[in-house]
Structures are given as structure tokens and as C-alpha cells.
């Protein structure tokens, strides 16, 4: 049986009456979409049509999972999401709320059992799941929502892979809040085919041709997963993500979204909610995401996370001489940011394929071979954002955003430290 994401309800998939659908473990094919002309055209939610031999089946099943039940009762379904013990790995489960809601406040907190997900010990295993951000469900529809949550003992203490408490503190901190801390982030990731784990559009066992004219391409022989990038896209947009764009990347099935400009905290709620969301997507269509930031060795891009980053002052006037005391506090603080931009990094951060070595700190305008770029624009401008460019694509953005903001506001480093940083990285500060 084969899973096909569409659009709903203006979109319809249309099958002969004896044609049947193969799923290829090679390529994603894409799927022609008639629509329907309708004088309500919104989108409600995103079906998964189930398409096999016994079409009755197929419809009975469509048919409840787009039952629209606002008509007959107040009550939601909330899918309560949260990081599992891995840092990286994402978990959810559902639960009935009385009456639609609008805030995180009105939701109860909850529990599961972090013996399961390696969060805790199986004598002591109960977990506390505290609600922080609320997102429409476009799989559901209607008043449906996702709810991002973290992790807290009993006791009302974050769990160890909690790190979303400490970025809140980072976030709430005067200083920081002041400088109103904007993130634009930009999420790579690789679609690999189910049953091999090779990249999607591979031939399996082999190598394509080689990088050039994929990046951003456009063809049958360029793209794969443009279905999948678009579907989540549009799921993004439903949900109420700040999502601001996507592109094909450099190597053949890696693709890449962004998220942004977000303020504080909600960047890294936000790119968790996207993130949650492709994994449904592939989910159903059947491709295995991964977050990996060297999936494939070789002469092969890796996947990063690039996270683009400005204050308050440094979009002011002289806000570029605030952007270069900021890269030289980052310069001091390479190794501790080096060891929270995600595992296996150092397969990524080799000074090729447009990174920066991993144990030597750089920057540069309009360099993507360094740690840190900053654009002509902001150059010529004199003031605007900052690219960190280190970040590996399984990173948390928890971690990652509010490290910036500790590094760059709230850390000062000794006098003697800073005058031999800004004559090494000839940074007149």
C-alpha cells in the first residue's frame, strides 16, 4: 500500500477504476493534483490517501479522517510534542481538550513515562510534559492544535535533556530582552528512501553525477522531494510557523527551509514545530528524514543549520562595529559553542564543501568558508546580522540560539583576552 500526501479538502486525487500505485524504493514520484473548483477553497488539513485494490476501504477510512466534528461538540484534539532523550529524537500523543484554547496556559499539564523515551530511570519513571507553545494542526484541521512542551520532574525541576528552561532564563534576562535578539535559521535536512537508507533519487548501491546543478535546481533529473518540501512548506504556513522560505540544496535529495526572523525563544519552538511537522510528512509519504550533518562521505555537501543572528543595536547606525565586538566574543568562546552545535560535526567542519574548519575560529564578509559571515549588505549598510555558520543540522535551537545571546550579551571577557582576539582576527574594536 502506498501513501500519498495531498492537500484537503479542494484537492482530490483522481485513480482509474483498476489502476493500482507502486511505491518505487528509488525515486519520488510526484503526484498530479486535480483541483476541484469549490466556492470555499481554504485548506482544512492535509489528507493521507491510502491507495490499494478495494477503493470502498480506502474511502471509509478518508472519509473519518476528515470527519469535520465542530458541528457536534467543543472538544479538540491536542497532540502534546516533546524532545526525547537523544536531544534530537521527536515524540507526541494525543489528548481531548474540553473547549478550543488559545494560549499554553489553558492547557493541563501532563505525563508519560521517560523510562520509555530515556529520559528516566523505570523505578522512577513518571516525566512531567509542561505545555509552551500552541501551533494549528494542519493534519487534523479545524480547532486541532499542537502543542510544544518540555520535560520536568515531579518535583518541578527541567529534566537534564530539558533545554528549552535554560534558554527561557537566557531569554528573560533584562539585558537580553532589551536588545530584542532576532533568528533566522536555516534547517537542512536529507530525505533517504525507506528500505536502503540511501538518498532519495540515488540509484541504489551508486553515486549521481556530480554536485552543480542541483542546488536549486529544477527537472526530473535535478530534483527529488520537491512534494515533500512543498507539502511541509504549506503545513508550516497552516500551522502559523514563521517559516520564510525553501530551496533544493547542493547535494541531490537534501533540501533545505527556513525559519525566521523569530525573537528569543519562539526561534527555537518554532523550528522544533517545523521539524515535528516534516516528520509526519515523511512519515506518510514513506522516506526516512534524516538530520545527519555528513549523510553521505565523500566529495558531498554536508547538512548545517545555519543560524542567522542580529540585536537591537547591531541593526541600529554603528551597528556593524557592535556585529564585530560580538564576533570576537564568539571567537573567544569557539570550543564551548563548537561542543553544542550537534553531534558528529567534525565530519561536517573539514574546511571544505563551504565550512570552516572545526578548530579554527574565522570570519569574513560574504565568506561561506568561514565560522562566521556577515553579507556586502550589512558591510555596506554598516549595520545588520551576523551568519553562524557552524551549527550542524541536528543541532537544538534551543541551545544554539540562546548560547548566541549569552555569548554575545551577557558573557564579558577579560580585557587582555579581548585585546589579543581583536589583533589576531584583525578586528578593530
Not at 29 to 46: A, E, I, P, T
Not at 147 to 161: M, Q, R, S, Y
Not at 261 to 275: L, M, N, T, Y
Request: glycine residues 10%; proline residues 6%.
Amino acid at each position: 500500500m502506498a501513501q500519498i500526501l495531498a492537500a484537503s479538502p479542494p484537492c482530490q486525487m483522481r485513480v482509474p477504476k483498476h489502476s493500482s500505485v507502486i511505491a518505487s524504493s528509488k525515486l519520488w514520484s510526484s503526484v498530479v493534483l486535480k483541483q476541484k473548483k469549490q466556492s470555499n477553497n481554504k485548506v482544512r488539513g492535509f489528507r493521507v490517501l491510502a491507495l490499494q485494490s478495494d477503493n470502498s476501504t480506502v474511502n471509509r477510512v478518508e472519509t473519518l479522517l476528515n470527519l469535520d466534528t465542530k458541528p457536534y461538540t467543543d472538544r479538540i484534539i491536542a497532540e502534546y510534542i516533546w524532545i526525547g532523550g537523544s536531544g534530537i529524537d521527536l515524540r507526541s500523543k494525543s489528548r481531548t481538550i474540553e473547549k478550543p484554547v488559545e494560549d499554553p496556559s489553558e492547557l493541563p499539564k501532563w505525563n508519560y513515562d521517560g523510562s520509555s523515551t530515556g529520559q528516566a530511570p523505570g523505578e522512577d519513571s513518571e516525566v512531567i510534559l509542561y505545555p509552551q507553545a500552541i501551533f494549528r494542526d494542519p493534519f487534523r484541521g479545524g480547532n486541532n492544535i499542537l502543542v510544544i512542551c518540555d520535560t520536568w520532574t515531579p518535583a518541578g525541576e527541567p529534566i537534564p535533556t530539558n533545554k528549552r528552561a535554560k534558554a527561557a532564563e537566557i531569554f528573560s534576562n533584562k539585558k537580553v530582552t532589551n536588545e530584542v535578539p532576532w533568528f533566522g535559521i536555516e534547517q537542512e535536512y536529507t530525505l533517504l528512501q525507506q528500505n536502503v537508507k540511501w538518498p532519495l533519487g540515488w540509484p541504489v548501491g551508486a553515486f549521481p553525477g556530480p554536485q552543480g546543478p542541483y542546488y536549486c535546481g529544477v527537472g526530473a533529473d535535478k530534483i527529488w522531494g520537491r512534494d515533500i518540501s512543498d507539502a511541509h512548506y504549506k503545513a508550516c504556513l497552516y500551522a502559523g510557523i514563521n517559516i520564510s522560505g525553501t530551496n533544493g540544496e547542493v547535494m541531490p535529495g537534501q533540501w533545505e527551509f527556513q525559519v525566521g526572523p523569530s525573537v528569543g525563544i519562539d526561534a527555537g519552538d518554532h523550528v522544533w514545530c517545523a521539524r515535528y511537522l516534516l516528520e509526519r510528512i515523511t512519515e506518510q509519504a514513506g522516506v526516512v528524514l534524516t538530520l545527519d550533518p555528513k549523510p553521505i562521505e565523500g566529495d558531498w555537501n554536508g547538512a548545517g543549520c545555519h543560524t542567522n543572528y542580529s540585536t537591537k543595536s547591531m541593526r541600529e547606525e554603528g551597528g556593524f562595529e557592535v556585529i564585530k565586538k560580538a564576533i570576537l566574543n564568539l571567537s573567544l568562546r569557539h570550543k564551548e559553542h563548537i561542543s553544542a552545535y550537534g553531534e558528529g560535526n567534525e565530519r561536517r567542519l573539514t574546511g571544505k564543501h563551504e565550512t570552516a574548519s572545526i578548530d579554527q575560529f574565522s570570519w569574513g564578509v560574504a565568506n561561506r568558508g568561514c565560522s562566521i559571515r556577515v553579507g556586502r549588505d550589512t558591510e555596506a549598510k554598516g549595520k545588520g546580522y551576523l551568519e553562524d555558520r557552524r551549527p550542524a543540522s541536528n543541532m537544538d535551537p534551543y541551545i544554539v540560539t540562546s548560547l548566541l545571546a549569552e555569548t554575545t550579551l551577557l558573557w564579558e571577557p577579560t580585557l587582555e583576552a579581548e585585546a589579543l582576539a581583536a589583533q589576531k582576527l584583525s578586528l578593530n574594536v
